[in-house]
């Protein structure tokens, strides 16, 4: 069974730093991607970053690039997503998310239970 746990959100002032984490289990040896989105209060849920299980190149929206980096510890089984120079903006739920395949564009299939994060100025 796959399951996704986040943790490290928090509260921060503009400018400060998270480190999100994301343990995984369940997964095969299938290839598969695993990504992180948010989701605020009247918005709808945004993918901030991903990263192929391979170790292909990650995606960053222009919204969030620059500032946070997603990285992978293989022996771990844990995805982070390191978030610098943070902004009331990025006040969100914050979840992990997988999917079965070559790509991590699509329907992502396996949630997290999300992890909150507050920005303030």
């Known amino acids: 069974q796959v399951q996704l746990a986040e943790s490290g959100g928090g509260s921060v002032q503009a400018g400060g730093s998270l480190r999100l984490s994301c343990a995984a289990s369940?997964?095969?040896?299938?290839?598969?991607?695993i990504a992180w989105f948010r989701q605020a209060p009247g918005k709808e849920r945004e993918r901030v970053a991903s990263?192929?299980?391979?170790?292909?190149?990650?995606y960053v929206p222009d919204s969030v690039k620059g500032r946070f980096t997603c990285s992978r510890d293989y022996a771990k089984h844990t995805l982070y997503l390191q978030m610098d120079n943070l902004q009331p903006e990025d006040t969100a739920v914050y979840y992990c998310?997988?999917?079965?395949?070559?790509?991590?564009?699509?329907?992502?299939?396996?949630w997290g239970r999300g992890t909150q994060v507050i920005v303030s100025t």
């Open positions: 998310a997988a999917r079965w395949g070559d790509f991590c564009s699509g329907r992502y299939t396996y």
């Open positions: 369940g997964f095969t040896s299938r290839s598969y991607c």
């Open positions: 990263i192929y299980a391979g170790g292909g190149s990650t």
